[in-house]
């Protein structure tokens, strides 16, 4: 049974980086200290009242922050915004420079996005080492309309028109 598992596991993971994904940044002000990650896991959940979810491991370094602060951004990236994505993924240096001010409800606010959304925390619901965060929007801009950045089988891509008309 626990090669059938491993097996599953191994299709999972494969499967799923074959799904692309949008990327955004999630961040945080808990106790006047910002955190911040890069996410694939945001999605709308209703357009009245507007609510996101996004998905984490309480593992993460940032779950302490959000499992105990009210407000939280979203940060919508395009194409231009590789080396953020990479910055809020891959290092501890997260919040170094002035590619970010705290916005609405202290919530960190990075510059230069394709958008951002401030929520407050309606439920976390943790299942064994994860948790779904619910987030009702509460503030928000649209930035400049651009290539959204996509993430696929482990690597930044953009989307492709597709030569067909409806």
């Known amino acids: 049974m626990a090669s059938d598992e491993a097996a599953f596991e191994g299709t999972f993971k494969e499967m799923f980086r074959r799904h692309a994904a949008g990327v955004a940044i999630i961040t945080v002000n808990y106790n006047g200290v910002p955190y911040g990650f890069t996410a694939t896991s945001v999605a709308s959940l209703s357009a009245k009242p507007p609510r996101f979810t996004f998905n984490m491991a309480r593992s993460s370094s940032s779950w302490p922050a959000v ?42 606010i990075l510059k230069d996005v394709a958008g951002w959304l401030i929520g407050q925390i309606q439920m976390r619901l943790s299942f064994e080492n994860n948790a779904v965060v619910v987030v009702e929007v509460v503030e928000g801009q649209v930035g400049e309309d651009g290539t959204p950045l996509l993430y696929h089988s482990g690597a930044y891509g953009q989307p492709v028109p597709l030569d067909y008309e409806i």
Do not use: S
């Open 67 to 108: 499992a105990n602060t009210t407000y939280i951004g979203v940060h919508m990236l395009g194409l231009e915004n590789q080396e953020l994505a990479d910055r809020f993924a891959r290092t501890k240096e997260r919040f170094a420079g002035d590619h970010w001010a705290l916005g609405p409800h202290e919530v960190p």
